[in-house]
Nanobody, 119 residues
Framework: QVQLVESGGGLVQAGGSLRLSCVAS????????IGWFRQAPGKERDFVAA????????DYSDSVKGRFTISRDNAKNTVYLQMNSLKHEDTAAYYC????????????WGQGTQVTVSS
């Protein structure tokens, strides 16, 4: 079992920055892939970024590549999503999720944090 708690969302102007945090707890929290997803009203949930258990491997959706950076501090059991050059279309509820490194399915999910970018 892995428990995930997101924080750091809020209201920001277009062009601004926010940093989201995802704190993981549980026996295997340091050995899972952590991903960030987002869901805007009326739209499906989309993949944003993911990071390997060691932090050495990362992956990004094309829509955020070059603007967002995912990182993790395993000593703090925390994964960060630094979001720069925010656009109105980045407005969504952001969720972090966890999966085993050999799995393709994200099994554990946080409750989400809202990001609103004003244009």
């Amino acid at each position: 079992q892995v428990q995930l708690v997101e924080s750091g969302g809020g209201l920001v102007q277009a062009g601004g920055s926010l940093r989201l945090s995802c704190v993981a707890s549980g026996r295997t929290s340091g050995r899972v892939v952590i991903g960030w997803f987002r869901q805007a009203p009326g739209k499906e949930r989309d993949f944003v970024a993911a990071i390997s258990p060691s932090g050495e491997g990362t992956d990004y959706s094309d829509s955020v590549k070059g603007r967002f950076t995912i990182s993790r501090d395993n000593a703090k059991n925390t994964v960060y999503l630094q979001m720069n050059s925010l656009k109105h279309e980045d407005t969504a509820a952001y969720y972090c999720a966890a999966r085993g490194s050999l799995s393709t399915q994200y099994t554990f999910w946080g409750q989400g944090t809202q990001v609103t970018v004003s244009s």
